[in-house]
């Protein structure tokens, strides 16, 4: 079936570096994509978003990049903080019913300082 | 509030009984969601109450597994005769369908279930 991926299950980084995570999808028909961040114990917290007619979107320290070609999503966090630290989730929908988002297994993300 | 809503946050109860969870969407949200997430996993699609439209209840799990909507605002899961399966965290999100940012979706923090 259709299913959203992620490349790397955990990512380690130090405090300063640029931070990039991975995600893969396979629904040609998805066209709004979201990565959201998840810190223990909490809901998921969004972060930022892209439609299928845009191929990059930049937020506050983050960068959103979607490669339709080959169905790739990634988020870049620059200069990545211990505050970072979280579980990093994309998720696609698509179609008329925006609120049934699929999302990956998502990506565990330390930053040590 | 300013955020979704929801309650209880923590709920532990005997296999068998029945559970309601509640959820207070964003003020003036349109759309209500449920998502289930298992431990160490990604969020699983349950519901989805747009507007006055029919719920979309794809995803429910069971028909242990219900849910309404009451005046277009707050919601409540319920879940019958529970399972030690059942045991997840329950996220309810909305998200306003109007705007610029009306398929921006937020997750309340959610009423962690365990069935023992």
């Known amino acids: 079936g259709e299913s959203v991926g992620l490349h790397l299950p955990t990512l380690s980084v130090q405090e300063g570096d640029n931070s990039i995570i991975n995600c893969a999808y396979s629904?040609?028909?998805?066209?709004?994509f979201i990565w959201y961040k998840q810190e223990s114990g909490k809901g998921p917290q969004f972060i930022i978003d892209?439609?299928?007619?845009?191929d990059k979107r930049q937020g506050q320290r983050v960068t959103v990049l979607l490669n339709k070609t080959v169905k790739h999503l990634s988020l870049q966090i620059a200069a990545t903080q211990p505050g970072d630290s979280a579980v990093y989730f994309c998720?696609?929908?698509?179609?008329?019913?925006?609120?049934?988002?699929?999302f990956g297994q998502g990506t565990i993300l330390t930053v040590h300082p | 509030g300013a955020g979704v809503s929801q309650s209880p946050s923590n709920k532990v109860t005997e296999k068998g009984k029945d559970v309601e969870l509640r959820c207070d969407p964003i003020?003036?949200?349109?759309?209500l969601y449920w998502y289930r997430q298992s431990l160490g996993q990604g969020l699983e699609f349950l519901i989805y109450f747009q507007g006055n439209s029919a719920p979309d209840k794809s995803g429910l799990p069971s028909d242990r597994f219900s849910a309404e909507r009451t005046g277009g605002s707050v919601s409540t899961l319920t879940i019958q005769r529970t399972q030690q399966e059942d045991s997840a965290v329950y996220l309810c999100a909305s998200s306003p369908l109007q705007g610029p940012s009306g398929n921006t979706i937020y997750f309340g923090e959610g009423s962690w279930l365990t069935v023992v």
């Open positions: 998720a696609e929908t698509g179609g008329t019913s925006y609120g049934k988002l699929t």
């Open positions: 629904n040609s028909a998805s066209d709004y």
């Open positions: 003020s003036g949200h349109t759309a």
């Open positions: 892209i439609r299928s007619n845009m």
